[in-house]
């Protein structure tokens, strides 16, 4: 009687923290890229801030005349505070699009760039499913993502009390938490299209586009009366709308972006193993 060997299934932690480190590794040079550019940033608003607060009044002033709506549009009404200050120089564009940019790129990179390369079938040859490649791509997106949000919050935090930038470190770390999930909403929007099409430039082009529209939308509704009835639908109005920097962590908001993006996952997940890549 032939002995049947049965051969052990891998335990899917260690496949999923290995795959994991193996991304992160590979995309260590960007990550650090993004961060370094984004803390940069951060410390050069902080040293012109003491500036603003200097001449306070009068800034204040000047931004007064400027319409309203746009005022409205680039969070100006409190400009010359700490929180407003944050607000208008680093939240309301350059702190969202930069960690957005993080994470469409690792994302659309995820599972289109395995298969672009050439390496998606030596991948998927392994003893390990395509859901835990999936799991480990969107564990290391989102690290990367941290990583870069981690260094902009400890830059702002350690350097706001050396200027006299009087914000609340909850309301700092509120500020960069509905920023991070408005990234991986967007992130998990190229997942999607990068697992049902396999185009990393489709994913990345659809998910970036998809982001500047939305920003647009909320910067220019309230400029103008018949777009204004949308700025709801604008994933940064849901993150942002609130004005974190200073009412804190908006949890409805934050509930619907994490949840949206979970289910755009999901369905990324089901995409990836419907789909044939290379016959397998």
Not at 35 to 43: D, F, Y
Not at 214 to 243: H, I, R, T, V, Y
């Amino acid at each position: 009687m032939t002995a049947i060997t049965v051969r052990a299934v891998p335990a899917a932690v260690p496949q999923v923290l290995t795959l994991t480190m193996r991304t992160v590794s590979e995309r260590w040079r960007s990550t650090f890229g993004w961060g370094l550019g984004l803390v940069l940033m951060a410390v050069l608003q902080l040293a012109v801030y003491p500036s603003v607060a200097k001449s306070s009044a009068s800034m204040q002033d000047f931004v007064n005349e400027w319409p309203e709506a746009f005022r409205q549009a680039f969070n100006l009404d409190a400009y010359t505070t700490g929180a407003g200050f944050l607000n208008a120089e680093m939240f309301s564009m350059m702190v969202p699009l930069v960690l957005i940019a993080v994470a469409v790129s690792g994302a659309a990179a995820a599972t289109a760039g395995e298969e672009e390369r050439g390496t998606a079938d030596l991948l998927l040859s392994l003893p390990v499913s395509r859901g835990r490649v999936v799991v480990a791509k969107v564990l290391a997106t989102v690290i990367a993502v941290l990583l870069v949000a981690a260094a902009t919050l400890l830059t702002i935090a350690v350097g706001a009390p050396l200027v006299d930038l009087e914000v609340g470190l909850g309301e700092l770390a509120a500020g960069v938490l509905m920023t991070v999930l408005l990234a991986l909403f967007f992130g998990a929007v190229a997942l999607l299209v990068a697992a049902a099409t396999g185009k990393r430039i489709v994913a990345l082009g659809t998910a970036v586009g998809l982001a500047l529209g939305a920003f647009l939308l909320n910067a220019l509704a309230p400029m103008a009366d018949w777009l204004e009835p949308w700025q709801k639908a604008s994933p940064f109005n849901w993150a942002l709308g609130d004005n974190p920097l200073v009412n804190g962590v908006d949890a409805v908001m934050a509930g619907v972006l994490a949840v949206a993006a979970i289910a755009l996952v999901v369905i990324a997940h089901v995409a990836y193993r419907r789909r044939d890549i290379g016959g397998r």
